[in-house]
């Protein structure tokens, strides 16, 4: 069997089995001395093939954990994707995000897994404590936010360890995200697994198994409750009602859902957002009311329905836009009530801290963003010039940016002057022949004709071309993310 051959089967051997990864999550790899192959993004590891890898020019990566990128963090994640594009040998597969960490593990073959038990330890109040006492020779990296920054501190901390040992870690624990496990072999990749998962099933207690009842008011109850979630401009939504023995401890009462009630990793939130809804209440009535009104409040406030809710006696209710989704966040969050579960083994849940959480929020906004603006100009902004208002900041600014990195000019049309100017020169840093200038602008002053955004849930963009004024090119979203096409880790 062909070395990629071998990392193929490890990589569907540990993608396919839910105790290690869930929803699409997890990457691999295998090196030499001068390639790596390394999952691409929007591959499974469970059915992966060879053409599932992108394949690396590793004296394109290397020097990438010592050069200086930008301390903004829009612009160095741009700098750090185009070098890693920069890297690729194969240009049709994007590699995974987290490609310059399997780069940096000197072992031939690595496999970054979330194993739920692993998990259970990194969501846990003793995490890096007991880390130290059952896997002394492994890497322990508090939370750090994800991109260049984790990377850097990943480097830094073996390059460290290589430096005071002599050899390098073959384990790196990532806080409130999850493993990396790296060897010359498979085989020893495998055992080093077991040897993790072993040690801490002796420190914990299994899962509770069953079944657990479902109310009856469930039939009259959910349908009412899906319709608040599909009001208008929210989409048509598919709800998903799970409960069993591991669910109903966590839905019994407020306080025993507060160990679930805050995401314990970046994928978490991903998949069932950074809030959920607990219900508590006197019966079917009571219920529907409390509902509507949690879930208008959530909507007024996030600009998004929620993933997940929780109910006493009924158990958990996902939220998706069809079926598909709304299983993987029923998948995500059992996860997540199964880590709970470990943790309190390991002294209690450690969540996500609020400025992690919202890190990741505005991440998912910028993906969003990214994602609007492309839609929208797909090849066809090259050359052109753009009047973006509002660019300075905010949603503006991050569609002027997908702009000028499609090659458009920008005039960041805005009212805040000193804001402006710096955008405007964060642009130039990534403009290639393009170029972005600042001018300040009195958007109520502007000759529109659909000056204001209409209706609560859709936000407009107004990009004018300047030597098509009168073709205003309008763009009309809702404000929820979309859930497809996402880079997982
Ligand atoms: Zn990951």
New binding site residues.
């Given amino acids: 069997m062909s070395e990629i051959e071998k990392l193929v089967e490890v990589s569907r051997k540990y993608g396919g089995d839910s105790k290690y990864v869930i929803a699409g999550?997890?990457?691999t790899s295998f090196k030499t001395a001068d390639r790596l192959w390394v999952k691409a993004s929007g591959h499974a590891l469970a059915t992966i093939t060879e053409d599932g890898f992108a394949v690396l020019d590793r004296a394109l990566l290397n020097p990438m954990g010592e050069k200086k990128y930008s301390s903004e963090t829009a612009v160095r994640e741009e700098q750090v994707k185009n070098d890693l594009a920069a890297a690729c040998i194969t240009k049709d597969r994007r590699p995974s995000v987290?490609t310059s960490m399997h780069n940096c593990m000197e072992a031939a073959y690595v496999v970054?897994?979330?194993p739920t038990l692993v998990n259970g330890l990194m969501c846990s109040k003793d995490a890096e404590k007991t880390c130290g006492e059952l896997f002394p020779d492994a890497l322990y990296i508090p939370y750090t936010d994800p991109g260049y920054t984790l990377f850097k501190k990943v480097y830094d901390k073996i390059m460290a360890y290589r430096k005071e040992r002599g050899f390098d870690p073959k384990v790196i624990f990532?806080q409130n995200?999850?493993i990396f496990v790296g060897a010359d072999t498979v085989e020893e990749i495998e055992s080093i697994y077991d040897n993790v998962m072993a040690t801490l099933e002796k420190k914990v207690k299994p899962v509770p198994e069953g079944e657990a009842p479902i109310c009856d008011c469930v039939s009259e109850t959910i349908p009412a409750i899906r319709t608040f979630l599909s009001r208008s401009g929210r989409g048509l939504k598919t709800l998903k009602v799970t409960n069993n023995a591991l669910i109903s401890k966590f839905v019994e009462s407020k306080e025993a859902a507060a160990a679930v009630m805050k995401p314990f990793t970046p994928?978490g939130i991903v998949y069932c957002k950074s809030e959920f809804i607990y219900i508590d209440h006197k019966g079917p009535e009571d219920l529907v009311k409390q509902a509507e009104k949690k879930i208008e409040a959530y909507v007024e406030k996030r600009g998004h329905t929620p993933k997940v809710l929780l109910i006493k006696g009924i158990g958990l209710v996902a939220v998706g836009s069809n079926a598909k989704e709304a299983k993987t966040v029923t998948e995500v969050f059992e996860d997540s009530m199964k880590v709970a579960w470990y943790a309190s083994f390991f002294g209690g849940e450690h969540p996500m801290t609020a400025r992690q959480i919202s890190f990741i929020d505005n991440w998912e906004v910028e993906n969003y963003r990214r994602k609007v603006a492309s839609s929208a100009s797909k090849g066809r902004v090259e050359g052109k010039t753009i009047i973006v208002t509002g660019a300075a900041q905010g949603f503006g600014e991050g569609i002027a940016r997908e702009l000028i990195k499609q090659g458009a000019n920008i005039v960041v049309a805005d009212l805040n002057e000193v804001t402006g100017e710096k955008t405007a020169a964060s642009f130039n840093e990534i403009a290639k022949a393009n170029k972005a200038i600042f001018v300040k602008t009195n958007v109520a002053d502007m000759d529109s004709p659909r000056r204001r955004p209409r209706g609560n849930d859709t936000r407009e963009l107004r990009v004018r071309h300047q030597h098509q004024l009168q073709g205003l090119l309008l763009l009309r979203q809702s404000r929820q993310p979309c859930d497809e096409d996402r880079d997982r880790?």
């Fill in positions: 999550g997890g990457n987290e970054h897994l979330h990532l995200h999850g994928d880790q």
